[in-house]
């Protein structure tokens, strides 16, 4: 008879670091070491010259005065404070990884060594409150900023009289929310707003205008880029209350989209709202939709109006098929037009015209 013996090797190495409890970082009590044997609490708060570092699930680390910091995983929660300098050191591998919530809420912008570089999670957040560059954070993306998760959240939120910063030019999201949490209505400046004049952002996930926010926020697309429009990948939500200005060349969605609030738009630029998803997509929501030019683009699917849709210049069909009922028309005003219905791109269903103008009506049914 053999005897076989297995020995599992630990994940951790001495000087190893975690939290014990929720706290501020420079104090020892917030933080556990191992040994080579246990956990063991601390004799000294974790910096770059440690070993690896995780807030574990359930605590939340708050920094309040200037750190250096490698190989941080956060499973809790880790905020900085007001003011202070956060400095991500570049070490092996992956120097600062988001499985839970990362606050950047100082004042100061995150420090990052040549070469340091950050990642998400699947349900990793960032929340970004202030006004310091959001642009690092696009550049120092671990593998680049195109491969992050889109199920990982991206949160601008307004606490105070600070601007919280977007990056646009070339920008890649997650799931993206624009909320306000501040006692008065949030009018994002240009800084806080998709304002690209080169490469418009991209958003892999959904576009929350509103979020949880306790107040309304009006967000701003002004991107004038001769191409693309913006890309949103995922659905698109306006809360009510709140307002998405569709200015600039407008936006490609291939999700569906809600309004509780309103889309607006400008007399300015092309304006349009393009549906181009190869599943089928929906319009829904009670709120004030003002539609200047919508597309359908689709290799395939649907978009089913579960609200009246009003067109106000051009509505174009190259692919897919939009769905009304009597209920829920589409309507072109007398200054509007229809350009490419064809038997691949039609309305299934009513289309209203207003006007003494030839018009004709792009409907069909099947193909």
Same mark, same amino acid.
């Given at each position: 008879?053999?005897?076989?013996?297995?020995?599992?090797?630990?994940?951790? #190495?001495?000087?190893?670091?975690?939290?014990?409890?929720?706290?501020?970082?420079?104090?020892?009590?917030?933080?556990?070491?191992?040994?080579?044997?246990? *956990?063991?609490?601390?004799?000294?708060?974790?910096?770059?010259?440690?070993?690896?570092?995780?807030?574990?699930?359930?605590?939340?680390?708050?920094?309040?005065?200037?750190?250096?910091?490698?190989?941080?995983?956060?499973?809790?929660?880790?905020?900085?404070?007001?003011?202070?300098?956060?400095?991500?050191?570049?070490?092996?591998?992956?120097? &600062?990884?988001?499985?839970?919530?990362?606050?950047?809420?100082?004042?100061?912008?995150? @420090? *990052?060594? +040549?070469? #340091?570089?950050?990642?998400?999670?699947?349900?990793? !957040?960032?929340?970004?409150?202030?006004?310091?560059?959001?642009?690092?954070?696009?550049?120092?993306?671990?593998?680049?900023?195109?491969? $992050?998760?889109?199920?990982?959240?991206? $949160?601008?939120?307004?606490?105070?009289?600070?601007?919280?910063?977007?990056?646009?030019?070339?920008?890649?999201? =997650?799931?993206?929310?624009?909320?306000?949490?501040?006692?008065?209505? *949030?009018?994002?400046? #240009?800084?806080?707003?998709?304002?690209?004049?080169?490469?418009? =952002?991209?958003?892999?996930?959904? %576009?929350?205008?509103?979020?949880?926010?306790?107040?309304?926020?009006?967000?701003?697309?002004?991107?004038?880029? #001769?191409?693309?429009?913006?890309? &949103? &990948?995922?659905?698109?939500?306006?809360?009510?209350?709140? !307002?998405?200005?569709?200015?600039?060349?407008?936006?490609?969605?291939?999700?569906? %989209?809600?309004?509780?609030?309103?889309? @607006?738009?400008?007399?300015?630029?092309?304006?349009?709202?393009?549906?181009?998803? @190869?599943?089928?997509?929906?319009?829904?929501?009670?709120?004030? %939709?003002?539609?200047?030019?919508?597309? %359908?683009?689709?290799?395939?699917?649907?978009?089913?109006?579960?609200?009246?849709?009003?067109?106000?210049?051009?509505?174009?069909?190259?692919?897919?098929?939009?769905?009304? !009922?009597?209920?829920?028309?589409?309507?072109?005003?007398?200054?509007?037009?229809?350009?490419?219905?064809?038997?691949?791109?039609?309305?299934?269903?009513?289309?209203?015209?207003?006007?003494?103008? +030839?018009?004709?009506?792009? $409907?069909?049914?099947?193909?």
């Amino acid at each position: 008879m053999f005897s076989i013996c297995i020995h599992f090797l630990s994940a951790q #190495a001495i000087g190893d670091y975690r939290s014990a409890a929720t706290g501020n970082w420079n104090v020892v009590t917030t933080w556990q070491t191992w040994n080579g044997s246990a *956990w063991i609490a601390a004799s000294a708060t974790p910096n770059n010259t440690n070993g690896a570092i995780t807030i574990q699930t359930g605590h939340t680390v708050t920094i309040n005065a200037a750190l250096t910091v490698d190989e941080v995983t956060v499973n809790g929660i880790m905020n900085t404070s007001a003011g202070i300098v956060l400095t991500i050191f570049n070490g092996t591998g992956v120097d &600062l990884q988001i499985n839970g919530t990362f606050g950047d809420q100082s004042t100061a912008s995150i @420090s *990052w060594n +040549a070469g #340091a570089t950050w990642q998400m999670g699947a349900v990793g !957040t960032l929340v970004k409150t202030t006004a310091s560059s959001s642009n690092l954070w696009q550049s120092n993306y671990q593998g680049g900023i195109a491969t $992050i998760p889109s199920t990982s959240t991206w $949160i601008i939120r307004k606490v105070n009289a600070q601007q919280p910063a977007v990056s646009t030019t070339g920008a890649v999201y =997650p799931n993206l929310t624009i909320e306000n949490n501040n006692a008065a209505a *949030w009018t994002v400046p #240009a800084g806080s707003s998709f304002t690209a004049t080169t490469s418009s =952002p991209t958003v892999k996930g959904n %576009l929350n205008v509103g979020g949880s926010g306790t107040n309304t926020v009006d967000f701003l697309m002004n991107c004038t880029s #001769a191409a693309p429009v913006v890309t &949103l &990948l995922g659905d698109v939500f306006i809360k009510a209350g709140c !307002t998405l200005r569709n200015n600039g060349n407008g936006f490609d969605m291939a999700g569906d %989209l809600t309004v509780n609030g309103t889309i @607006s738009y400008d007399a300015n630029d092309a304006r349009k709202i393009i549906f181009s998803g @190869s599943n089928n997509q929906t319009i829904s929501g009670p709120g004030l %939709l003002n539609i200047y030019d919508l597309s %359908l683009a689709k290799s395939t699917g649907t978009v089913t109006l579960n609200r009246p849709v009003t067109v106000d210049n051009l509505c174009t069909f190259t692919g897919g098929v939009m769905i009304t !009922t009597s209920t829920n028309l589409l309507t072109i005003p007398s200054a509007g037009t229809v350009a490419g219905a064809n038997n691949a791109s039609f309305v299934s269903g009513p289309v209203r015209y207003y006007g003494n103008n +030839a018009f004709t009506f792009p $409907i069909g049914k099947n193909a």
